[in-house]
Each structure stands twice: as structure tokens, then as C-alpha cells.
T-cell receptor, first 114, second 115 residues
């Protein structure tokens, strides 16, 4: 069964710092990996989707990389802002299931203080 | 971008009653919808997967008679929590995707409190 782990569980940084969130998964047979943001009491907002054939995706200050062979992905946030404070979740679409179901990590709770 | 609307955003009900949660894809047709449950400070746990026009596939340990899922159209799926109990209190989130390898889009979730 696919297991997704995110490190660190929580991160607190001053505004302006560049930071890296890590995600690892146990089974490299995936269709894609997706990074989400979740604000307290809210649903999830999709940030970046990386297909299994891709190495990275970029959107604004966000850059996500994927190393499928080692089962790792990183989310890089440049010049962090207080508005980036949220929980960041990574999820993999498992190739082992015909339904393409997602397996989620527990998330990294990010706090960016002014 | 793709929008998934979930309603209601919060609901309080008495023990023993049933609650229906709706999940709609507003600007795309969702061949597959997923229902998740999230406990405080925990990640999302998949409850079931529904494909339009067919019976939902439930995850191990999820009671299909308690959590009724209907995916009657390409834009609407419903989750009914039957005979709710306090332990069913949780945050329920639906998600939808247009095609098999499309990104997954989430609703804003429903906070269910059973008293």
C-alpha cells in the first residue's frame, strides 16, 4: 500500500525566506503527484500537478520537483509571505489502482510571520 | 479554473438523524468523484470513489449502509450520513476530476457536528 510522508510536520519562518517542503512516497508506480494548500476549516486548493513523466512544475513563486525513482518530491516556495501560511499537502495518484486514487501525506503546517 | 461546490459548509444534527451533503462540479463534467474524511490535524482519508451511473467503491472499513453515495449525474454526487452518531462528527470533503489523469479539484468541505 502506498504511504506518503511529509517532512517537516510544521515550519515557522520569517517573511522573505525561501523554503523547501519535502514529500516521500513508498511506491514509485504513480500517475502523478499533486501539491495542495489547505487553509484552516477549508477544502484543498490545487497548487501544482506533476505527471509521472515530468521532473518539475512551476507556478509563480512555487516550484515542485519530482524524482519518481527515489520516491521524492519537493515544493520550493520563494520569498515567503504571511499569506502563504497554511497546511501544504502532497498526494500521489497510485498506478496500482484502476481508479487513480490519491494517497495523502499528513501535511506540513507552515507559518510565515511578518 | 475548475470549481467544485460543496453544500452545506457546516451542519449540526441530532444523533439518529440523517444528513445529506452535495458535491457539484460547476464548470466541468466529473466522471469520478471522491469523498474524504478528515479528523483534526490528520490527513485526508478516502472513504469512497463514485463513478457516474455506477455504484460507489468503498474503502475498507467504511460502512456502505451508513455512508450512502449517489452519483446520479456527471456534475453531482451526494453523500448521506444515515443515523448519524457523535463519532461521525468530522470534516467531509469531496473532490472531482474530469478525466482519469486530470488534476483533482476539491470542494470547501462540510463540517458535520452530531450532538
Amino acid at each position: 500500500k502506498q504511504e506518503v510522508t511529509q517532512i517537516p510536520a510544521a515550519l515557522s519562518v520569517p517573511e522573505g525566506e525561501n523554503l523547501v517542503l519535502n514529500c516521500s512516497f513508498t511506491d514509485s508506480a504513480i500517475y502523478n503527484l499533486q501539491w495542495f494548500r489547505q487553509d484552516p476549516g477549508k477544502g484543498l486548493t490545487s497548487l501544482l500537478l506533476i505527471q509521472s513523466s515530468q521532473r518539475e512544475q512551476t507556478s509563480g513563486r512555487l516550484n515542485a520537483s519530482l524524482d519518481k525513482s527515489s520516491g521524492r518530491s519537493t515544493l520550493y516556495i520563494a520569498a515567503s509571505q504571511p499569506g502563504d501560511s497554511a497546511t501544504y499537502l502532497c498526494a500521489v495518484a497510485d498506478r496500482g489502482s484502476t481508479l487513480g486514487r490519491l494517497y495523502f501525506g499528513r501535511g506540513t503546517q507552515l507559518t510565515v510571520w511578518p | 479554473g475548475a470549481v467544485v461546490s460543496q453544500h452545506p459548509s457546516w451542519v449540526i444534527c441530532k444523533s439518529g438523524t440523517s444528513v445529506k451533503i452535495e458535491c457539484r462540479s460547476l464548470d466541468f463534467q466529473a466522471t469520478t468523484m471522491f469523498w474524504y474524511r478528515q479528523f483534526p490535524k490528520q490527513s485526508l482519508m478516502l472513504m469512497a470513489t463514485s463513478n457516474e451511473g455506477s455504484k460507489a467503491t468503498y474503502e475498507q472499513g467504511v460502512e456502505k449502509d451508513k455512508f450512502l453515495i449517489n452519483h446520479a449525474s456527471l456534475t453531482l454526487s451526494t453523500l448521506t450520513v444515515t443515523s448519524a452518531h457523535p463519532e461521525d462528527s468530522s470534516f467531509y470533503i469531496c473532490s472531482a476530476k474530469e478525466t482519469f489523469n486530470s488534476p483533482l479539484h476539491f470542494g470547501n468541505g462540510t463540517r458535520l457536528t452530531v450532538t
